[in-house]
C-alpha cells in the first residue's frame, strides 16, 4: 500500500501485528492547570537520563508559548486540535478552555489535514527515517536501522504516534531541539514542538486521542476533518519497540 496515504480511503502502510482502533472517550487529564512563567516552563531540565537545555524562550513569539486559551474549537475535552495555518496546536480541556502550544508545520508541499488518533506514544523514541526520506538525503542510511534517543534527535524528547482506522499514518505529534523552527514551515509534515511543550502534552494524553489537524479554524474550516489529499512524506518508518499502546 502507498503509505502516504492518510485520508480519502486511500490506505496507509499499516504496523504489524496492530488491532483494530477502539472508539472511546479518551481518558485524559482535562482540568484547567496553572502555569508558571515560562522562565519555568522553558527552564533546563533532566528527564529520563537526558539533558535538555533552557530554551531561550524571549526570542519566541509569546503567542506560540504554552498557555490557557479559550477553545475556539468547540471540541470535546481531551481532544488534539492543530490549526496549520496559525502554527498552533490545542489539547482541549474542561470548561470551554484548551492548552495552547506553539508548533511547527510542514514544508511547501509537504503540508496535510485530516483526522486521526494518538494510538501510541512513546518517551525518548528510536527514529527511523523512511525509505522516501533516504532517498531524498542519502546521508541519513546511517541511521537505516534506527537513531538512537537523545536531545538532538529529530522526534526529541516524545512521539505521539497517529493511527487512522488501526493503520499507521507515519505521521508524528514530537518534540524537536529546533527551537527555532516553531511558528514556521519547516519540518516534513509532521507536528514538531518544543521539548519541555511535548513532555507537558504527553502527560495529558492517557487514552486513545482524537486528532483533528485543520488549515484554519478562523477561515471556514471543516471542523468535521473532512477528506484531504494527503501530500506529505512521512518522517518516521514505524512505531518503536517499547511504545506504550493507549487503550
Same mark, same amino acid.
Given at each position: 500500500?502507498?503509505?502516504?496515504?492518510?485520508?480519502?480511503?486511500?490506505?496507509?502502510?499499516?504496523?504489524?501485528?496492530?488491532?483494530?482502533?477502539?472508539?472511546?472517550?479518551?481518558?485524559?487529564?482535562?482540568?484547567?492547570?496553572?502555569?508558571?512563567?515560562?522562565?519555568?516552563?522553558?527552564?533546563? #531540565?533532566?528527564?529520563?537520563?537526558?539533558?535538555?537545555?533552557?530554551?531561550?524562550?524571549?526570542?519566541?513569539? +509569546?503567542?506560540?508559548?504554552?498557555?490557557?486559551?479559550?477553545?475556539?474549537?468547540?471540541?470535546?475535552?481531551?481532544?488534539?486540535?492543530?490549526?496549520?495555518?496559525?502554527?498552533?496546536?490545542?489539547? #482541549? #480541556?474542561?470548561?470551554?478552555?484548551?492548552?495552547?502550544?506553539?508548533?511547527?508545520?510542514?514544508?511547501?508541499?509537504? %503540508?496535510?489535514?485530516?483526522?486521526?488518533?494518538? %494510538?501510541? +506514544?512513546?518517551?525518548?523514541?528510536?527514529?527511523?527515517?523512511?525509505?522516501?526520506?533516504?532517498?531524498?538525503?542519502?546521508?541519513?542510511?546511517?541511521?537505516?536501522?534506527?537513531?538512537?534517543?537523545?536531545?538532538?534527535?529529530?522526534?526529541?524528547?516524545?512521539?505521539?504516534?497517529?493511527?487512522?482506522?488501526?493503520?499507521?499514518?507515519?505521521?508524528?505529534?514530537?518534540?524537536?531541539?529546533?527551537?527555532?523552527?516553531?511558528?514556521?514551515?519547516?519540518?516534513?509534515?509532521?507536528?514538531?514542538?518544543?521539548?519541555?511543550?511535548?513532555?507537558?502534552?504527553?502527560?495529558?494524553?492517557?487514552?486513545?486521542?482524537?486528532?483533528?489537524?485543520?488549515?484554519?479554524?478562523?477561515?471556514?474550516?471543516?471542523?468535521?476533518?473532512?477528506?484531504?489529499?494527503?501530500?506529505? %512524506?512521512?518522517?518516521?518508518?514505524?512505531?518503536?519497540?517499547?511504545?506504550?499502546?493507549? %487503550?
Amino acid at each position: 500500500m502507498d503509505r502516504r496515504a492518510f485520508l480519502g480511503g486511500v490506505g496507509a502502510l499499516g504496523l504489524a501485528g496492530t488491532l483494530p482502533a477502539v472508539a472511546q472517550t479518551p481518558r485524559s487529564n482535562t482540568t484547567v492547570p496553572t502555569f508558571a512563567g515560562p522562565a519555568t516552563l522553558y527552564a533546563a #531540565v533532566t528527564d529520563g537520563g537526558h539533558n535538555l537545555p533552557a530554551i531561550p524562550y524571549e526570542k519566541i513569539d +509569546k503567542r506560540f508559548l504554552r498557555q490557557v486559551v479559550i477553545d475556539p474549537s468547540l471540541s470535546k475535552p481531551g481532544t488534539i486540535v492543530v490549526d496549520a495555518t496559525a502554527k498552533f496546536l490545542y489539547f #482541549v #480541556v474542561d470548561d470551554g478552555k484548551a492548552i495552547r502550544y506553539g508548533v511547527s508545520l510542514g514544508k511547501a508541499g509537504f %503540508e496535510w489535514t485530516g483526522k486521526a488518533n494518538v %494510538e501510541y +506514544k512513546k518517551a525518548w523514541p528510536v527514529w527511523t527515517p523512511p525509505p522516501e526520506m533516504i532517498e531524498r538525503k542519502p546521508e541519513l542510511a546511517q541511521y537505516a536501522n534506527g537513531m538512537p534517543p537523545g536531545p538532538k534527535s529529530p522526534l526529541g524528547a516524545r512521539a505521539l504516534y497517529l493511527f487512522r482506522d488501526g493503520k499507521d499514518t507515519m505521521y508524528r505529534l514530537h518534540g524537536t531541539p529546533e527551537w527555532s523552527s516553531i511558528g514556521k514551515n519547516a519540518s516534513s509534515g509532521c507536528v514538531r514542538m518544543l521539548n519541555q511543550d511535548v513532555i507537558d502534552l504527553y502527560s495529558r494524553v492517557t487514552g486513545p486521542t482524537p486528532v483533528n489537524v485543520v488549515h484554519s479554524m478562523y477561515l471556514g474550516a471543516n471542523m468535521s476533518g473532512g477528506p484531504s489529499s494527503p501530500t506529505t %512524506e512521512p518522517i518516521d518508518a514505524g512505531v518503536p519497540e517499547g511504545a506504550e499502546r493507549l %487503550e
